[in-house]
């Protein structure tokens, strides 16, 4: 593939922009690899920092995911597979003898591409693990499938292990073939593999920096590059869109935007493959603007988002002419005496509220001894959360929009709740706790036919314990 070089200008960026956006980074103490900025389809900016340079290959860690998620699709288009197949039809020799637990044989392909599998982490970083893939079958679930996100890295190297399955040859290998060798991709670049000598869907692809941007200029066009349709076109459109809720799972701002099919939602309605320590491939669509970087943020809190806000605020905010932040027509006094703790972001309503409105659920045995869990609504916008324990019933007030105060069961803390429907089937409670100790708890609730999973987790120091587990329920 020929790529296109232009000065900045042509494609309307300014080069002082690019500066900025560089020596941000250097001044924020990023270790900092590479970075390419390209718009409409022209690269304007290509930098390297030594001894690194065009053909150094760099561990791309969970950007790999996206590739095997590529490869899937590919696989649905062949008629290979189908997204809601269940993943224990194609690995019987994996399960354990007595069969497969009952949440994991409900588990599709289309819920492990969305990271709403049956486990609430990890099952391969286990003491003593040697079979990666095995243990995503054998470790005992936590909840019901297509419910709750949770980034499962072992899922997605279930999916690379199904690949090769399917096509007889490595997901990289197989992508070599239908697209990435026509398109230029570097023939050094591999992928590293598992103690079973299974090539890591996870994490493993060590390439190029240019071939991180041929990977996203595939997410960017649907699978389409100069005209050519290399990926199915429903699949990418589709793994583009929001299929999961990041909000009360991860840290960083741009990490609360949501999920696809192994691919990141960002703010400005673009789109993100992302690998630990900032191997960022980002597409921004209005602008048709593209950052790909490469660094070694791992040691820095927040690093990674300190990436992301040089880009928007150096050259996107630029570009789009936007403010970076809104100024309310308000004075001084009269905004400092509107505020309030701020309420959970989200809809007021779903569709889903009259279905679930008063429904008890009772819950499978969980380390939080939470017995029954319903939820009830008022026509004012308000609601409350009721459990049971074995310490009795437990009430938790909370508003949708606005924030309600109450005393938090047990603890008698001081609390103020609000709640949001994040997506139609997925209801998140944010409880701050504003005593004596000062934190919060969110409360998940994920809703499926009959079923519902808990997520529950604290962020208060040494204090509520119990309000940290995943669990599901049945109405």
């Known amino acids: 593939m020929d790529f296109q070089f232009v000065k900045p200008e042509e494609v309307g960026i300014q080069e002082e922009w690019l500066i900025s956006f560089l020596n941000r980074l250097e001044m924020q103490g990023l270790p900092m690899h590479s970075a390419i900025i390209a718009r409409q389809g022209k690269i304007c900016m290509e930098a390297y920092y030594q001894p690194y340079d065009k053909d150094s290959l760099h561990r791309m860690f969970s950007v790999t995911k996206s590739m095997v998620a590529m490869a899937i699709g590919l696989l649905t288009e062949e008629g290979k597979l189908s997204l809601t197949d269940k993943i224990i039809d194609f690995f ?17 392909i289309k819920d492990m591409l969305e990271m709403k599998t049956c486990h609430d982490k990890t099952t391969y970083k286990g003491s003593g693990v040697t079979d990666w893939v095995g243990s995503f079958f054998t470790t005992k679930p936590t909840h019901v499938p297509g419910t709750s996100f949770a980034y499962d890295t072992s899922s997605t190297h279930v999916l690379g292990a199904l690949v090769e399955r399917l096509s007889e040859k490595t997901f990289l290998d197989y992508l070599r073939e239908k697209c990435l060798n026509e398109l230029g991709f570097s023939k050094e670049a591999h992928v590293l593999c ?6 890591m869907g996870g994490s493993g692809l060590c390439a190029t920096t240019r071939d991180l941007y041929i990977l996203t200029m595939l997410m960017a066009g649907n699978g389409n590059i100069n005209g050519k349709q290399y990926l199915p076109e429903d699949f990418m459109k589709s793994a583009n869109e929001k299929h999961s809720d990041s909000y009360a799972n991860q840290g960083t701002l741009e990490e609360l935007q949501g999920y696809g099919y192994q691919i990141w939602r960002t703010r400005h309605g673009g789109n993100a493959l992302f690998g630990m320590g900032g191997q960022l491939g980002v597409y921004i669509p209005d602008q048709d603007i593209y950052m790909v970087t490469t660094s070694d943020a791992q040691g820095r809190q927040g690093g990674v988002q300190l990436i992301y806000e040089a880009f928007f605020e150096e050259i996107y905010d630029k570009l789009a002419g936007k403010p970076t932040y809104d100024t309310p027509a308000l004075s001084l006094e009269e905004y400092i005496n509107s505020r309030r703790i701020i309420a959970l972001p989200g809809d007021i309503s779903s569709p889903m509220q009259d279905k679930i409105n008063h429904t008890e659920y009772v819950c499978d045995e969980n380390s939080s001894g939470i017995k029954t869990i319903k939820v009830d609504f008022d026509e004012n916008h ?20 606005s924030t309600v105060t109450g005393e938090f069961p047990v603890y008698g803390y001081r609390y103020a709740a609000s709640g949001a429907w994040r997506m139609d089937n997925y209801l998140l409670l944010r409880i701050n706790i ?33 309000y940290q587990s995943v669990f599901s329920g049945k109405c």
Do not use: C, Q, R, W
């Open 92 to 108: 019987p020799d994996k399960l354990p003898e007595e069969g497969a637990y009952p949440y994991m044989a409900m588990l599709t």
């Open 194 to 199: 598992d103690p079973y000598g299974v090539p």
């Open 382 to 401: 308000n609601g409350k959360v009721t459990y049971t324990t074995a310490a009795g019933t437990h009430t938790i007030s909370f508003g949708l929009g």
């Open 434 to 466: 504003i005593d004596d100790e000062v934190g919060n708890v969110y409360m998940g609730l994920n809703y499926k036919d009959d079923y519902i999973t808990v997520v529950l987790k604290k962020v208060v120091e040494n204090k509520l314990d119990e």
